[in-house]
């Protein structure tokens, strides 16, 4: 296995088993000097924290984050940031019986297949949780980033097939956090928390869409040929759990449009060039180009439900399994903060690049 | 910039510009002693060249590819394996005229603002013309990977808003070639033909979708965390030019399912373990199930138009814009074989890398 | 700071400062289903603790580690194995009085200037505390290189100008740590033991060499062009703390030689092909010829001594300094498993890069 | 095989074989705008050239370098600059007879035992005829630094047992070019031409030392743990042909001093911070601490020679070689601006790396 650090300049490697000692991270490249605001910290991993609503895993995730170097004095040294999670709340004894099952759409058997063994505690390096250093990570970048009015939002806008109204001006963290559901339409977050409810019951779940947004860029972010801004941030994505799509600007929608319907006028604001429409969602030949970036990712709903389905176990044998654990019944709305890091980490990164090019 | 080599163990550097002297590539960690057939990379590269279709620009790319090394008596030698494209029919003249101007939804602009410095001439780096050193080590990948009974093959689905009907095979290369539009569905390819013709009457330009399936692939494929399988493609599509979306499995319509309607069932097949169901797109938590994996990609209309539009010269000033360039009507078809390119090495990156897990 | 990653496939990424919480490593790439023995493992990590000896810093590490992830029941998971060492006897009071001043050829005057903040505890990333981490992930290594029979064992050769005559064959490790200062030469560790003695009481430091040796190498191991099996290994051990030359084979001395007299001429001996002498240290062309591998380190005499020198306040003015925190009398024989363990590193990636070769 | 690559911000990679069509290189990450001096270019790599002298090869080796991308109207795009060195004067039916010899001390056997397949014409990939390709990319990273006031200059310190005496002051490239064989010592000079006299009418060879000095650098250059900058130039050194031994400042010599001899004391001259005497050879703690960075490499004596040799051939059965080819006396005086390009590529892409520091 490889493929755990993330990153070229700020570079995260991350560690750990949902139920192994701890979660952690090792964060380098990170500039020294920088002073860190350890109650934002705490409140932005909070914010991936389970709900306290019915939807959500009853795990109780205490996330402590224990920062082990790279800090002295609250401030960044320059030398690498590592931390810990410790997982305290695993009980192991729930999974014992998922053994020698391989539960459906989860990764148990693929991991079994390649490696042979596998910690199948809770999906051990495969489950969410590792998730969390992914959000400590990406809240350190975004209070960099933050330093340079550069802002990221993520938002809730689908749930199953219940839609949100489309956003005409970009909600603050404040206003998304302020929905249950980190939904900006409160009339679609009705019906959505109503869709979640029957499902519960159902024991079923749900998937959705998430949408962010990345305002104060200067122009110049990303790199022309495979390192294009949109590449980064697909593959950011696209490596979080359950995601399985991604689009920027118009998108999947930019394919019926024409050139000219899709094409965006430059024009000239108070001597600035900017363009008249953003339907390039703020990227132009894999560039930033001073517009809000913008972009949206699916997650299928989740796996682990607590309907009776079929498998099979290790032997190939067909068996029936009723996944009783401690699941959420989607992963909207605690994925926004993992969408927000994995972007601020990706940002960050082709900041300090950037840094290089001149 | 930098960002101009793509993959770990398999490695593709990529250079030039689209009227510099050459466009070329190096390949380092091709396995030694594979015997290459050169006739069918010579075929597999015509396949990207304008097609002798009226919405294909008219630029010929005679695209003779040369090898410098890596090569002895038509098999691999383990070392880098260099190659170049002259670039013999640039007309540099055609693009004198944008020196000082920035054309709409084009990278000029941003080029322009990042390095300070650009070659203007037909894009530069940011040409698509780049992509011809991805088809000939994409076409070298695909050798390998046959050899392994890998296999891959891309298809357009949809031009505008005309979309082929859902297919229930995978079609080979040879029936997406039958059409000339690489569309599988003859009868939505009579609408989109038509399309393009009025298309090309108003001087505009169209978008699409492609979508493009791996069969053969082992069990294993992909890493669990950052460098899972789906954020491999995801970072791979989304470096092609044009390309606006990505989507694999169910993709955004798994968004609105529920986890019983998408989760894939195991079930055992003469001894052997797979899913009677393939809603996953063959891929769970990051690695290949064994199953076909297949993707979508959504590609944006092509930017530059013949209508006139308004954008501003490198002063900032206002001006009017016809581009009289040699241009696609779209990048469907031609991008088909790009798409399937790419696929190939993110295949044969992720299978050396998998030797070493074991 | 970049550069707290070491290999590529098999790669240790290391944190911390030497009186922050914690010292520590991750490693990503390690083979699945490894057994690890963790007695064999706490012994070597042993090693580098300071000695009984007198000419040790009398620092009492314990370095107990403990291992946070990828490993489960003893066995390697595939997931990157995250492991920390608590700073349980940092006496940060001792290095109060260095806050300002820049002890002479230490990092704290460039680390001032490169990063403009600095933890001045002990040294902080900069003191060679950090290399209990390579430790740990090279006594990893080692147990996996022995399971294929590869040894490694370093040796100390000189301390200041004593120098033990030629070993005529390999010690054992063993054999090393019968001597107290890891010299198997035992009549010239009588010598270096009274010079040390000398050194102690003159406040002052001493220098050294280390010979290392490589056994049951695969022919095959290291790549033709910069990756050449000497350069990783030079990486690796230039990059130790206090070292300052590198060469193998007949290294420095072969300058002074005559092709006829350095060349190894190719005999057979039961069907394998091998060398007749080994004056080229097992090495040709940057790949391991299947012959004992063996290289010297140079290491600089500490700068830490209680002497009273010269230096400046980080107002540049004048000051003497008599360092008075519990430091060691030279690295050799510390040093030691810290050669052993980087060489492991660099051994055991070169050898699942080439799993992937052919 | 992989490692084709060198450097992390400026990365060249290399690729060719010696009787290829071409060697030549890619050199991503170079930053935009720069203006080249090809007339400068064109006689560094001249300097590579085999010397009219009778100690080198009589292959007459043009190196007329094209370049193919990156570079419009002279200055750097900011995109990779490829360029390319046609082998013109490769004459094969030297070596056919070599086909299924294995040199001794050469790459032959290892590289059939890696790969199972060679390009045996001249050494093909494992051929010094490849460090063109650094010379180049070396060359442009000089002109860099020169704009910057960063100097570097390579002379040779001894050929055989002759030395010369030590440089008081660190020569310039003018002056170490007014010499035959490099060497800024004339009375050495003389004994060694006298000494490669001896050993041409021997049908033997030499090897030698370079000593080599950066100036001008800023304080702050290498990364602390294991990108310190003389692990990277180690690295580098290491990767040459022939090469066995790197040191820099007292290097081996350091072993046996004592701290206190050892110890660069701090001192202010004219407000600013330096050290007093240079031991440490310009870097502390793997950082650049503004004094001259100094080094030597030591290389081995060639292994080509005309001499009657014993080896055996791929079937293992032993015979006679005799090497008639067109081959050089000593790598020195050549290898000067080979280990001046691999300190360029060193220092520049360590360079770009400061800029993201704070």
């Known amino acids: 296995m490889s493929g755990n650090s993330f990153g070229k300049l700020l570079k995260l490697t991350s560690f750990g088993e949902s139920h192994g000692a701890a979660i952690g991270g090792v964060i380098d490249g990170f500039p020294a000097g920088f002073e860190i605001n350890f109650d934002k910290l705490k409140s932005e991993v909070g914010r991936r924290k389970p709900t306290k609503s019915s939807f959500s895993t009853q795990r109780n995730e205490d996330d402590e984050v224990e920062f082990l170097s790279g800090i002295y004095q609250s401030k960044t040294l320059g030398s690498p940031i590592a931390f810990i999670i410790r997982n305290t709340d695993a009980q192991a004894v729930d999974y014992e019986k998922l053994k020698h099952i391989f539960r459906p759409s989860h990764a148990d058997f693929v991991w079994q297949e ?64 302020s929905s249950i559901l980190r939904c900006a339409d409160k009339e679609a977050e009705i019906l959505m928390i109503d869709y979640l409810q029957n499902l519960k019951a159902e024991k079923d779940s749900a998937g959705g869409t998430v949408s962010a947004y990345i305002s104060g860029l200067p122009i110049g972010l990303g790199e022309p040929v495979f390192d294009k801004f949109q590449a980064r941030l697909a593959a950011a994505m696209m490596s979080i759990n359950t995601a399985k799509g991604f689009e ?38 894999g560039i930033s180009n001073g517009e809000i970036v913008n972009f949206k990712v699916a997650f299928k709903p989740i796996a682990s439900i607590g309907k009776i389905q079929k498998t099979v176990d290790d032997n190939g044998n067909q068996v029936d399994i009723e996944i009783s654990g401690r699941h959420d019944l989607t992963v909207l709305p605690r994925v926004v903060p993992i969408v927000e890091a994995m972007t601020a980490l990706v940002v960050m990164d082709l900041l300090l690049l950037m840094k290089t090019n001149k």
């Open 248 to 285: 920027y600007g118009e998108g999947f929608a930019s394919a019926k449009m024409k050139g000219s319907e899709h094409n965006d006028y430059f024009t000239t604001e108070s001597g600035k060039i900017h363009t008249s429409t953003n339907h390039a969602g703020g990227i132009n030949g």
């Open 114 to 177: 390649k490696f042979k063994i596998r910690d199948y505690r809770g999906g051990g390096r495969s489950s969410a949780r590792e998730t969390v250093a992914r959000v400590v990570a990406g809240a350190l970048a975004q209070q960099f980033l933050e330093k340079q009015n550069i802002k990221i939002v993520a938002v809730v806008t689908s749930i199953g097939k219940i839609k949100g109204k489309l956003l005409t001006t970009i909600p603050t963290k404040e206003e998304v956090d």
